[in-house]
């Protein structure tokens, strides 16, 4: 937007110096008066008319200035809803061919998770078939190997329950000789010691009534004596 022109330059006309006067009885200064009454007359016309076309520039301008703005603005405005009636067709456009993308996206993942559907029930379809032979075989292997794991067993503890009966009859007899030889040890040890008992009793009692007859005879002698 250009700037406001100038206003013209208007130059007024100076006015003439006051003229001297001279007091003198002539004509001259009558005329003098009346020509510095018109000089001051035409300076205050000057000045008006300078003045009225200062107004007339201002208002000249001023009515520029308006239709400039006024047009810029209507220039604006078409300019702005050719912007948005542009803006609103690309948005249009956009949006349809958005939808257009999408919808072609979601037709593409439809497609793509059916194929990985389909390819998936197929893998776990043979997997599920391959685990069901797998564990069949693994159960045949395992029902065999158990088959051989209790027969061994089977024959491993009937072979130690051979042993651990031989080896209980054999403790059994040991055991009842042992307590034989010791119930025989025993009883000739009590018999021995039943003998020194009653033996050491007889000579307990022998020797009280040694005593007893000793001190019967003492109290005896001294009785009489």
Do not use: C, H, W
Request: hydrophobic share 20%; charged share 35%; no cysteine.
């Amino acid at each position: 937007m250009g700037g406001r022109p100038p206003a013209p330059r208007v130059e007024y006309i100076p006015a003439p110096p006051p003229p001297v006067t001279v007091s003198t009885p002539t004509q001259s200064l009558q005329t003098q008066t009346e020509l510095a009454k018109l000089t001051g007359e035409q300076t205050r016309l000057n000045m008006e008319t300078g003045a009225d076309l200062d107004r007339i520039n201002e208002e000249f301008y001023t009515g520029q200035d308006l239709r400039r703005y006024r047009a810029r603005g209507a220039e604006e405005r078409l300019l702005s809803e050719t912007r948005g009636e542009q803006e609103r067709a690309t948005i249009g456009t956009t949006g349809s061919e958005t939808r257009l993308t999408r919808a072609e996206e979601g037709f593409q993942t439809r497609r793509t998770r059916e194929t990985a559907g389909k390819e998936e029930r197929a893998t776990i379809g043979t997997t599920g078939a391959e685990t069901r032979r797998t564990r069949e075989t693994e159960g045949a292997q395992t029902r065999l190997t158990r088959g051989t794991e209790g027969t061994e067993t089977r024959r491993t503890r009937e072979t130690e329950g051979a042993q651990t009966r031989q080896t209980r009859e054999t403790e059994g007899t040991q055991e009842r000789l042992t307590t034989q030889a010791r119930g025989v040890e025993q009883r000739a040890a009590i018999g021995k010691s039943g003998e020194e008992a009653r033996r050491t009793a007889l000579q307990q009692e022998a020797f009280r009534r040694y005593k007893e007859n000793r001190d019967f005879q003492q109290s005896r002698d001294a009785y009489k004596s």
